[in-house]
């Protein structure tokens, strides 16, 4: 009877393409759930800011805050929230929640690895890049950097997921 080592040849479940390919999808679905929250949180304070008591509370407070080298920032944020005015914020608020909706569509059909997902991704992702482009371009800041470098990493890693062949489902 000859003995069969092969088995120990096997490659181990937790270095294989498939299961490297779930953490991908794993990791990239809390990137997506992170900004789901963090939109969420935007579409909450914009609807707070809606009520006129709120907005001009918000405005009065920073207005009067002292924060050291801070007065020309300060300024702008103040101008700014006085030309968009209160009843902006809703629209805001929707527009978050929009893209909310969409990255947590993302993000759950990437956990459970969905293949529609990794095209949904690549699609929604992908055509966003050029917005991102344009605003680096022009208003440059190092947080818009990583996360133009993080999408585009994000829609290759996709796209080369998404071409390769998959098994033939169960019971076929």
């Known amino acids: ?21 779930s953490l991908g999808l794993r990791i990239i679905a809390i990137y ?9 949180l935007v579409a909450i304070m914009a609807f707070q800011l809606d009520h006129e008591q709120t907005f001009m509370h918000l405005v009065h407070w920073l207005e009067h805050l002292s924060l050291a080298d801070s007065n020309g920032l300060r300024k702008q944020l103040v ?8 009843s902006r914020f809703v629209a805001i608020g929707i527009v978050a929640l929009v893209y909310a909706a969409i990255f947590a569509t993302e993000g759950i059909g990437l956990w ?15 055509s966003l890049i050029p917005v991102e482009l344009y605003e680096l371009v022009h208003r ?4 818009k950097l990583v996360v133009l470098a993080a999408n585009v990493a994000i829609v290759v ?6 071409r390769q062949p998959r098994g033939a489902p169960a019971g076929h």
């Open 32 to 40: 997506k759930a992170v900004k789901t929250v963090c939109l969420i």
């Open 157 to 162: 890693y996709l796209v080369r997921i998404a």
């Open 1 to 21: 009877m000859p003995n069969d080592y092969s088995h120990a040849l096997a490659v181990p479940a937790a270095s294989s393409p498939t299961s490297q390919h």
């Open 112 to 126: 459970l690895r969905k293949h529609w997902a990794e095209w949904f991704t690549v699609i929604a992702t992908g």
């Open 140 to 143: 440059f800041t190092l947080l």
């Open 79 to 86: 101008d700014l929230l006085m030309e968009l005015g209160p």
